[in-house]
């Protein structure tokens, strides 16, 4: 039974009843605008998604095939992240029901790429990307700076998750600068991390499936990648013959031992963290792909000149071999602006003393 028949046909009839009796006009006069009131509500309800945001798939197109478009043409130096994250999207979206929410938690040094990935995952998967009503980000740092204040931050963000989830079980939590957190906030996540056939609210009743997304970005473990990355080098091998196994015990013991919201977290002790992902520290290489990228956006076709003199802000580390850039491909964006506002500058100086 549609909602036409259900609430519709019932008020139209109780009205026709009511004219074919006439014993009150205050009574009709009622019930009709009990059935105008009901049809504008079928027509809310109907069209109001052709206006505003819905918990629909027309709203969460979660295109994983555009995901990896994106990965392999703008994501450089990190084939670990991008396998990891594309394959657990999979899983999780393949299963109807599946048995707990899908949480990730990214690893690595500056600049290496974590919020730049959280971004390009929002934007994929809602048609709103980060402007989504169900994207919700959380900065560490900026949102929850007290440990003395932990107590009302946890009472808080429990509603906010719960509130949210609510409105939408495929709604996604990013946590940046997780290590800038007070300990012990995190623990209020677990229960809504952790395995179940479905969740059920005590306080507000309602029933939801495990269908949300939460993301860790932190820089925790990040001494741990670099040391591993460096000795595999020493072996004379690449980052390509890295595998995901290679980091993850060592993320996991760096991340927990480490001050911040993993600190002896029970989000890591209970296992309900389904994948540390790391994001390995950026070479040369690498570096130079995103200067160039920043150029082609651009318009401009760098010389190498310019290319190199971008290059001279980059720090390399760490000591001795310098391997890697120790801000990743942060700053490249202003650096490379500053550069070309110069050239500009100059080249209108020349045109006009000529
Ligand atoms: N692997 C990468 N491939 C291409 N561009 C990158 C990569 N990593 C970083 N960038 C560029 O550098 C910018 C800064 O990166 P991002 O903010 O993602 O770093 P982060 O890993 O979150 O660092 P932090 O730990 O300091 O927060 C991005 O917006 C992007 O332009
Ligand atoms: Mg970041």
Redesign the pocket.
């Known amino acids: 039974m549609n909602l036409v028949e259900r609430v519709l046909l019932p008020s139209l009839i109780f009205t026709f009843l009511l004219f074919a009796r006439c014993a009150h006009c205050a009574l009709i006069t009622l019930s009709i605008a009990g059935a105008v009131s009901s049809l504008g509500y079928y027509a809310y309800e109907k069209y109001k998604c052709q206006y505003q945001e819905c918990c629909t798939d027309e709203y969460i197109p979660a295109d994983l095939d555009g995901l990896e478009y994106i990965f392999a043409a703008?994501?450089?130096?990190?084939q670990i992240a991008h396998v990891t994250i594309i394959n657990a999207f999979r899983c999780h979206l393949e299963n109807q029901n599946p048995s707990k929410a899908l949480v990730m938690s990214f690893h690595?040094?500056?600049?290496?790429?974590?919020?730049?990935?959280a971004q390009m995952i929002a934007k994929t998967f809602y048609k709103k990307g980060v402007e989504s009503n169900y994207f919700y980000f959380f900065n560490g740092r900026n949102d929850f700076p007290l440990q003395q204040k932990v107590d009302e931050y946890k009472d808080d963000l429990y509603k906010i998750i719960l509130n949210a989830l609510q409105k939408c079980e495929r709604s996604m939590f990013v946590f940046?600068?997780v290590d800038k957190m007070p300990e012990d906030l995190l623990n209020v996540l677990v229960p809504f991390l952790d395995y179940k056939d479905y969740h059920k609210s005590i306080k507000s009743g309602f029933t939801y499936q495990n269908k949300a997304v939460f993301i860790f970005?932190s820089?925790t473990g990040s001494t741990q990648i670099v040391q591993h990355l460096t000795n595999v080098w020493m072996a004379g091998k690449g980052r390509e013959d890295t595998k995901l196994q290679d980091f993850e015990k060592l993320i996991v013991e760096g991340a927990f031992r480490e001050k911040g919201g993993f600190h002896y977290s029970d989000t890591i002790q209970t296992s309900v963290i389904d994948h540390y992902v790391p994001?390995l520290p950026?070479e040369e290489i690498?570096v130079r792909?995103?200067l160039k990228?920043v150029f082609k956006d651009r318009d401009i076709t760098p010389t190498e000149e310019m290319v190199e003199e971008v290059l001279s802000h980059v720090t390399f580390g760490p000591e001795p071999y310098n391997l890697y850039s120790m801000?990743?491909?942060?700053r490249?964006?202003q650096k490379v602006a500053t550069i070309v506002y110069r050239k500009q500058t100059e080249s209108k100086l020349d045109l006009s003393e000529s």
């Open positions: 703008n994501l450089y130096g990190q690595g040094t500056p600049g290496t790429g974590k919020n730049y990935v940046d600068e970005l820089n994001f950026l690498h792909k995103c990228k801000a990743g491909c942060k490249i964006e």
